[in-house]
């Protein structure tokens, strides 16, 4: 199905649910239109997303470095979860994912794109299955450690499967073992040209005279984490700049009036860090986070020192605990995972990190796992020389 009329190059992507879904889709999207223009060639870049939830938001807002937005066009689908345990929500889902597909079907065969590219997440299992109808070609890619039942999926219909870690392979089966692709994980062009200057600027730090702490629980949030800086909110403010991204639904105005004037001069809360966030980052001395691959890539690119308290439970299949295991291997980072995420714990380790030496050390070697190599950068240039 060609798209390669009048130079103009046609791709849609698929993905959402969560920001970890859509940030490294949009940093493809972002190389894919610079090595466009480099080129000669215009990118037309449409993105099918979740129609309820923070997806349109997210991918409206984004843009590159020229301030281009990242994508031309957004279509939301309705989408229905891929959930590992029993629930009754199961069942009408099913019709949810029906309708997904259907809404996929007549968008793709409207736009004809050359190539569809999936993020993951389960709004991109209808367009990928969609898209196989139509011999449109699939790239899917995993960001995690280990790969999620969107790709066990999407794999089936993909052309190619592209993995953040060469370790991920040994969990495909032997034919998808075939379409595999290592490429590392896309994160997008700004953090790469990320100011700490300007970080502080944002944050209305006019002297920094502490080390800057970031908590961030990614896009939705993380109620563990956001309890954990407001039980020990006095003892953190007194050794750091705390900067919280506390989540959309996790702001309590009342909590925060409550605070005490010495120790709110040092806390600054942010419901969400839209395009700030590769600035803020790197103003950051230490991050505490979430293990989602979206972030924890981002801060390696950055060469945080990290402290990471992986989701847990019977929600989640552990991908986060996988991903905190590479990185904790690798002397990268300090995981608090399960019973370790305690107020004790975090204040032993944060206070290990006061010592601007284990910062140091901990940040050189989270930053040379990334290695100053571009993942986003080489995926677009798979699919470009795909469009040709």
């Given at each position: 199905m060609s798209s390669k009329t009048n130079d103009i190059l046609k791709i849609a992507f698929?993905?959402?649910?969560?920001?970890?879904?859509?940030?490294?889709?949009?940093?493809?999207?972002?190389?894919?239109?610079?090595?466009?223009?480099?080129?000669?060639?215009?990118?037309?870049?449409?993105?099918?997303?979740?129609?309820?939830?923070?997806?349109?938001?997210?991918?409206?807002?984004?843009?590159?470095?020229?301030?281009?937005?990242?994508?031309?066009?957004?279509?939301?689908?309705?989408?229905?979860?891929?959930?590992?345990?029993?629930?009754?929500?199961?069942?009408?889902?099913?019709?949810?994912?029906?309708?997904?597909?259907?809404?996929s079907f007549f968008?793709?065969?409207?736009?004809?794109?050359?190539?569809?590219?999936?993020?993951?997440?389960?709004?991109?299992?209808?367009?990928?299955?969609?898209?196989?109808?139509?011999?449109?070609?699939?790239?899917?890619?995993?960001?995690?450690?280990?790969?999620?039942?969107?790709?066990?999926?999407?794999?089936?219909?993909?052309?190619?499967?592209?993995?953040?870690?060469?370790?991920?392979?040994?969990?495909?089966?032997?034919?998808?073992k075939k379409k595999a692709i290592v490429t590392g994980n896309p994160v997008r062009p700004v953090f790469y040209s990320a100011d700490a200057e300007k970080g502080l600027k944002f944050l209305n730090i006019q002297k920094k005279s502490k080390p800057v702490l970031l908590v961030v629980g990614g896009s939705l949030g993380a109620k563990q984490l956001n309890n954990l800086v407001r039980e020990n909110i006095q003892?953190?403010?007194?050794?750091?700049?705390?900067?919280?991204?506390?989540?959309?639904?996790?702001?309590d105005d009342a909590e925060l009036s409550q605070i005490s004037a010495e120790v709110r001069e040092n806390y600054k809360p942010f419901a969400f860090i839209y395009n700030e966030m590769p600035d803020v980052i790197a103003c950051a001395d230490i991050v505490v986070s979430r293990s989602g691959a979206n972030s924890i890539w981002e801060c390696s690119v950055l060469s945080k020192a990290m402290i990471l308290v992986p989701l847990?439970?019977?929600?989640?299949?552990?991908?986060?605990?996988?991903?905190?295991?590479?990185?904790?291997?690798?002397?990268?980072?300090?995981?608090?995972?399960?019973?370790?995420?305690?107020?004790e714990n975090l204040k032993s380790d944060l206070t290990k990190f006061l010592d601007q030496d284990i910062r140091k050390k901990y940040a050189e070697k989270n930053g040379s796992l990334s290695n100053g190599v571009r993942p986003a950068e080489k995926i677009a240039e798979l699919l470009y020389k795909e469009s040709l």
């Open positions: 698929a993905g959402g649910g969560t920001g970890g879904h859509i940030y490294p889709g949009l940093a493809v999207a972002d190389e894919f239109r610079a090595l466009c223009k480099k080129n000669g060639k215009t990118a037309q870049i449409y993105w099918i997303g979740n129609s309820k939830g923070m997806d349109k938001n997210i991918v409206s807002k984004n843009v590159d470095s020229d301030g281009n937005h990242s994508a031309d066009f957004f279509y939301g689908i309705p989408s229905g979860k891929l959930r590992r345990y029993f629930s009754v929500q199961n069942f009408f889902d099913i019709f949810k994912i029906f309708a997904g597909f259907i809404a968008i793709l065969a409207k736009i004809k794109p050359y190539m569809l590219f999936s993020k993951g997440g389960f709004v991109s299992v209808p367009p990928c299955l969609a898209a196989k109808l139509l011999k449109i070609p699939v790239y899917t890619h995993e960001c995690d450690f280990t790969p999620g039942l969107a790709t066990r999926l999407n794999s089936r219909n993909a052309k190619h499967i592209l993995l953040s870690y060469t370790e991920t392979e040994s969990y495909l089966s032997e034919s998808a003892w953190l403010c007194e050794k750091f700049i705390v900067v919280h991204q506390t989540g959309e639904k996790n702001v847990c439970g019977s929600g989640t299949r552990g991908d986060q605990e996988d991903n905190a295991a590479f990185f904790e291997k690798h002397e990268a980072a300090v995981v608090l995972g399960r019973n370790n995420a305690s107020s």
